[in-house]
Structures are given as C-alpha cells and as structure tokens.
C-alpha cells in the first residue's frame, strides 16, 4: 500500500463506453488500475461515458458517468487531418466534470488519446497526466505530445519505448509497460491445440496474414475480438477457404483466457506501431507461445526462442516457419515472464511511482523520471 495515498481522477476514453470493446486494449488498461491502484488504497473517481460500468473488484471507485456522442477514433483518421467535435461530444463534457472533481483531488490521469487534454495540461493548476495508448497517427496529436514534453515530460508516460520513439522527446520516456490480473488467467501447460489470433479486427491488426498461415496448414484459426470493420473482416474470410476463420466474437477476461489457453500459439500479425499488445501478455499468461511481427510493442514483449519467435514485419512465410519451431518453447516460461514484468501489482507500482515524481515540486521544466 502507498505511504500517502493519493486522491485520483481518471478520465476514461471518449471514443466508447467502458465495456464497449471500443476502446481495445485501453479498457482492460483503465480495469487494471482502477483494481492496482485501489489495492494500494488511493482513492478513485472515474469519469467516463455514459453505460460504463465498473469491472468486478472495483466497487470501491466512484463512477461519474458522462453523456454525449462519441468521439472520433484517430486511428482511422487522416493524419493531416483536422480535429472534429462533434455537437453533442461526450469528450469536452468528460473533462468539464473531471477538472470539478479534480478541484479536491491530487492529480488527474487521462487514457483518452485525444486533443484536448493535452491542450488543456499547461493551461490547469490541477496536474494532468498522460498514460499515452498510441504511437503516431495524427499530426495534431504529434505536435501536442511534443509541446507539452517540452513544458512538463514528467506528464507523460508510454507502454513501450518503440512507442515513445514516435514522438521525438527531448528527454528519455517514462515506460511503465502495462499489467494484469493473473488470477484471472490460467497457465494451460498441454502441448497441442489450434492456432489463435486477438483483437479488434480493423486492417491495421494484419488478420489475414495469420488467415493465410492456418489456410497454408490447412487447419482452421481461432480468431477474438470485436469486428471493427466489418467489410475487412468479410474480405478477409472470403479470400481464405471455406471454415479457416472460426469467429469466437470479443469475450470477457475469463471466458478468453480460457478459450486462448487451448491454443498451441497466438499469432501477432500488426501492421503498425503497437503501442503495447496487450493480447500478446494475455496468451503468455496462459502459457501460450506468442509468434509476433517484430514491430512496436510485441516486439519488446516476447522473448525470441524463450516465450515465443519475432518474425521480420510483414514476412508470412517467417510465420509459417515458426509454427513449426513451437516444440522448442516451455509454456511455463511464458507465464513466468508475465510474473516478472506485466502483473497487476507491478502495474499499477510503476504508475504510482510516475504520479508521485510527477507531483513533485518543479518548475514546470523537463525532469528525469525514470
């Protein structure tokens, strides 16, 4: 537990509800530390968009929900684009309540990767901080992220230090990974199984570079998670033969886990700078081996010949081959590494660690923050 604990705002995405699956692998980010955090007894108020709603083991938090439309994703954006507001926008309604909360709290953590916290940081006497869930994808964002390093870097922090490479800091990033509750993931020690791929099937994840891997074995692939975009997802079926994809549909933690542990491998196909993976932690909690694009966050996570292989990016017939090498790994080496380095308590300890840094007295110019 924290010596002082701290009392926190946390301002959810504004691109879905929490529970939604809109918002990827920021909301099982935003559920392990409202859980990590609260274990270390700071106290907690979430601002989110209206229909969230609390994960289980988080009835200590004060939920403040938040209507609106949401907002726009930038990751499907033009990345010279404007921004867009729409009229009814949940995102300036999310912070008008959270900088009111914020009048009696001790700092703000933001998870929205948007335009106007970053624009309002500078311009508040309540401290904001940044857990940043993406790499480059907007100029606008760019620019911001730079301009408020150059103000107050200790803000801000990254789940991977490729993702930070994004932005040109000034000054070394703060890296703080990402966590887990490894009670809600069972290590699977048989050999054998299906091959599986996660996440949110939207071109950028590279799904049909695993369809044509299973395709080539000629075995079916389990695919999870929600369907973003459903036409690339009946592109992707149609040029694979018939029953190669077996859609599993997103499912809660502990229906995946189980599911997931099954598999003989996690297939990691991105086709842009991952900010973390949190799938790929995921599988090796499970005791899965993860075969992963050496790209962005994955790239960082598995552990080449010890929890799984790195494939050069874009290269299908390295996937294939290293299909054929899942003999050589021990599934218990997955999980352990996820002990190690991704479990909740580590999480949220780093987290802490950054927020209290961060509060300390400064005079607004960039501090060391490791």
């Known amino acids: 537990m924290a010596s002082t604990p701290l009392d926190l705002v946390l301002v959810s995405t504004p ?56 907002q726009p994703s930038w990751q499907h954006a033009d990345p010279d684009g404007p921004v867009l507001i ?7 309604k999310l912070w008008e309540l959270a900088l009111e909360l914020a009048s009696t709290a001790d700092a703000v953590l933001n998870f929205g990767y948007d335009w106007l916290p970053l624009w309002l940081t500078p311009r508040q006497h309540q401290p904001i901080f940044h857990l940043v869930s993406m790499g480059s994808v907007a100029r606008v964002i760019d620019a911001l992220l730079l301009d408020l ?41 048989q050999p054998g199984g299906p091959l599986g ?30 369907v973003e975009d459903p036409a690339y997802a009946a592109r992707v079926e149609a040029a694979a033969p018939a029953g190669t994809i077996q859609w599993r549909g997103f499912l809660p933690t502990m229906a995946l886990q189980n599911e997931l542990g099954c ?79 991704a479990s909740q308590a580590i999480f949220a300890e780093r987290v802490e660690r950054w927020i209290y840094r961060g509060l300390a007295p400064g005079d607004g110019s960039i501090s060391a923050c490791p």
Request: with cysteine.
């Open 15 to 70: 691109i879905g509800y929490l529970g939604s699956g809109r918002g990827g692998g920021v909301e099982l980010t935003i559920t392990t530390l409202l859980r990590g955090l609260g274990q270390r007894g700071h106290h907690i108020h979430l601002v989110a968009p209206e229909g969230s709603r609390l994960p289980e083991g988080c009835e200590q938090v004060h939920l403040h929900p938040v209507a609106g439309e949401d």
């Open 86 to 92: 729409p009229s009814q926008g949940v995102l300036p």
């Open 149 to 189: 390093a150059r103000w107050d870097q200790r803000r801000l922090a990254f789940h991977s230090r490729r993702q930070a490479d994004d932005f040109g800091l000034p000054d070394p990033p703060v890296v703080v990974g990402n966590g887990f509750d490894l009670s809600r993931y069972g290590l699977q020690v």
């Open 197 to 226: 791929w996660a996440g949110r099937v939207a071109p950028e994840k590279g799904l049909e570079d695993a369809v044509s891997v299973a395709a080539r074995l000629g075995e079916p692939l389990l695919v999870w998670g929600l």
């Open 263 to 341: 598999c003989r491998a996690l297939i990691n196909t991105p086709k842009w700078n991952e900010a973390y993976g949190n799938v790929v932690v995921e599988a090796l909690a499970c005791g899965v081996p993860v075969i992963a694009y050496d790209r962005g966050g994955p790239g960082e996570l598995v552990q080449h010949g010890i929890t799984g292989w790195l494939v050069p990016p874009d290269d299908c017939d390295g996937l294939l081959a290293a299909v054929h090498q899942l003999d050589a790994i021990d599934r218990k080496a997955c999980r352990q590494w996820v002990e190690c380095h």
